[in-house]
């Protein structure tokens, strides 16, 4: 089924208020999941809405959280988001720490215990709207690790993102959005819910074998997913781990305990004002330039086009925004018996959906 991205917006909208955020909170976090699922990214859409009502009603994440500032170290700032939605927390974060800008050209955060932050490609296009580079590091704490440390049979630590962009005219372009993983959890989810088989490369079993079967690691955490790249992206994971967590945190996977337990990032973020280097023109036009060189490569055969990092998330949304967002009949059965475990009713619920 396919639902107008408007009426999708308005129905995580009403579900997060019945969580308990307040009005600002559901439009932050209804806002980027319907933006993660128009670019194609389902992983990181509404279908994360049953983990965050479980999690509130846990109690382990706190609707209209106010974060702790520490005192900035020079262009290094410190956020505590005492386990509110990551949503809002890292904008929150991002903007305290683009206080440094002026004075520095520079700004590194560390954004600790913060809820799910989801799509994290989100805050580069942030940071690129304000005119910023960025790059953003998350790591995932709170629940046991996913990802498979090359050559071992057992998961070692999570997904471990790493987006980065350059700002052209306010856009984030090109902007790179990657799980350390060779896909998101959230994709095995999504395969599994549909009762789809994942390609040969995206999960090992109990053994470290290959398999293409999402069920025993989406149902029971069975197997573990692979990094991407074998050792070398298993040694990038492992750098985003320490960088978000022992450095720009107090907390990685290999921190005994944790509490409360549930899907905990923390973030580094390194943002830099181009005009530290050139002018803000110059870098914009030898990326453009840089960007349509790529471009002008010949495509591989069977290849239609050479794609930047982006650009597929572009070429889903617009189709996306003219047909609308597919959702599949699992994801919104779990949403909807979350909504009712906080009593949200269900008919109002129905009646904010409109088919594309
Ligand atoms: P993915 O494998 O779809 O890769 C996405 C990136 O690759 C994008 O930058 C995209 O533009 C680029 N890309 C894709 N196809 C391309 C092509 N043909 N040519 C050129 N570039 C191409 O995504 P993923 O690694 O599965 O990550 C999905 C999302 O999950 C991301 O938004 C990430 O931030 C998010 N994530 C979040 C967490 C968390 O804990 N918050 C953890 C893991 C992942």
Redesign the pocket.
């Given at each position: 089924m396919r639902y107008t991205g408007e009426s999708l917006e308005s129905f995580a909208n009403a579900v997060l208020r019945g969580f308990g955020c307040d009005q600002n909170e559901a439009d932050i976090v209804a806002n980027h999941l319907i933006l993660?699922n128009s670019t194609?990214?389902d992983?990181?859409g509404i279908g994360m809405l049953p983990m965050y009502g479980a999690q509130v009603r846990d109690g382990n994440l706190i609707c209209n959280q106010t974060p702790v500032f520490h005192d900035p170290v020079g262009a290094i700032t410190v956020v505590d988001a005492k386990c509110g939605f990551?949503h809002r927390m890292a904008l929150i974060a991002l903007d305290r720490a683009m206080q440094t800008m002026d004075e520095h050209r520079v700004a590194v955060l560390g954004l600790r215990n913060s809820g799910?932050?989801?799509?994290?490609?989100t805050y580069s296009e942030y940071c690129a709207s304000k005119g910023f580079v960025s790059i953003h590091m998350?790591n995932?704490v709170g629940h046991p690790p996913l990802v498979a440390p090359f050559g071992a049979r057992a998961a070692g630590f999570?997904?471990?993102?790493i987006?980065m962009a350059m700002p052209v005219d306010g856009q984030a372009k090109p902007?790179?959005?990657?799980?350390t993983?060779t896909?998101?959890?959230?994709?095995i989810r999504v395969a599994s819910n549909k009762g789809e088989k994942v390609p040969l490369g995206y999960l090992v079993d109990n053994e470290g074998v290959p398999t293409t079967d999402p069920d025993p690691m989406a149902n029971s955490r069975e197997g573990a997913l692979s990094a991407f790249g074998d050792y070398k992206g298993s040694g990038l994971g492992m750098f985003v781990e320490l960088l978000a967590g022992a450095l720009a945190s107090d907390d990685t996977v290999a921190t005994k305990e944790h509490i409360p337990e549930g899907?905990y990032?923390n973030m580094f973020s390194v943002i830099i004002d181009p005009a530290g280097f050139d002018s803000k023109d110059q870098v914009a036009k030898r990326t453009l330039e840089f960007y349509d060189y790529i471009k002008s490569k010949p495509a591989a055969k069977g290849v239609d086009e050479v794609?930047?990092?982006?650009?597929?998330?572009k070429i889903s949304k617009a189709d996306r925004d003219k047909n609308g967002i597919p959702v599949d009949d699992e994801t919104m059965r779990q949403i909807f018996e979350t909504a009712d475990m906080f009593n949200v009713d269900e008919q109002q619920l129905r009646e904010r959906l409109v088919n594309a």
């Open positions: 993660a194609g990214h992983s990181h990551g799910h932050v989801s799509r994290v490609g998350v995932v999570s997904t471990n993102p987006s902007l790179l959005d990657i799980a993983s896909v998101a959890f959230g994709k899907v990032n794609l930047m990092p982006g650009e597929p998330e």
